[in-house]
């Protein structure tokens, strides 16, 4: 079957630097997303990714390893605002979006 | 980009009632989806909602309990029928733009309590 995994919750520290995993297995792979949802809110698109390699966007950077069916979401400088949900979310060879449950990150001052 | 509007935002609602969400694009978009996430859920792919022909639904999902119209490229419904506390979830609206990356735009949602 196809498997998204990412952790279910992380706590960093205002100012920090944390990485979110995200490792799959999916029936091909056609690009990985990240998104992030604050609470009650839609999901916003954050990075995508379909060439191994890190993405690099403002303060968050992203990275994939298809060989490793592995990527990650890297966040620097945290503010306040970072805390949010982080899906990430891989598109099989039928073009259908395979979504992870999320990863809770918690930012303390 | 795309912007997507959904009405309503939030509702409550009494057991065995219907309730219709509605989503509107600004601009025409091929590809709309309609997701469900329950509460510290990710997100459940209900079903792609197809102008002009039946929506295509996932494993779980039955046109009876979850109708669905899509009249044209700008607008679609879903229903939720015959509701039981378990449909209280966020109901989401997405779409998907031609030539972008693949990436999914999401309209707000709408937040549905079934008491």
């Known amino acids: 079957g196809q498997n998204i995994d990412q952790p279910t919750e992380m706590t960093a520290t205002e100012g920090a630097i944390v990485q979110i995993n995200c490792t799959y297995q999916t029936s091909g792979f056609n690009g990985l997303f990240w998104y992030q949802q604050h609470a009650g809110e839609a999901p916003t698109f954050l990075s995508y990714n379909v060439l191994d390699g890190l993405e690099e966007k403002g303060r968050f950077s992203s990275f994939l390893s298809r060989s490793k069916g592995y990527s990650y979401l890297l966040l620097k400088e945290l503010q306040m605002k970072d805390s949010a949900s982080y899906l990430c979310a891989v598109m099989d060879s039928n073009y259908q979006l395979i979504w992870g449950a999320g990863t809770k990150l918690i930012i303390k001052p | 980009s795309a912007v997507i509007s959904q009405k309503p935002s939030r509702d409550i609602c009494q057991r065995g009632t219907s309730l ?57 419904t879903l229903t939720v029928s015959n509701m039981s506390p378990e449909d209280s979830s966020i109901y989401l609206c997405s779409v998907r733009l031609a030539g972008e990356s693949g990436e999914l735009f999401f309209g707000e949602g709408s937040r549905l309590t079934v008491l």
């Open chain 2, 20 to 76: 219709t969400i509605q989503c509107q694009v600004d601009s025409q978009v091929t590809m709309m989806f309609w997701y469900r996430q329950q509460p510290g859920q990710s997100l459940t792919l209900i079903a792609t909602a197809n102008q002009g022909s039946e929506a295509t639904y996932e494993s779980g999902f039955v046109i009876d309990k979850f109708p669905i119209s899509r009249p044209n490229l700008t607008f679609s």
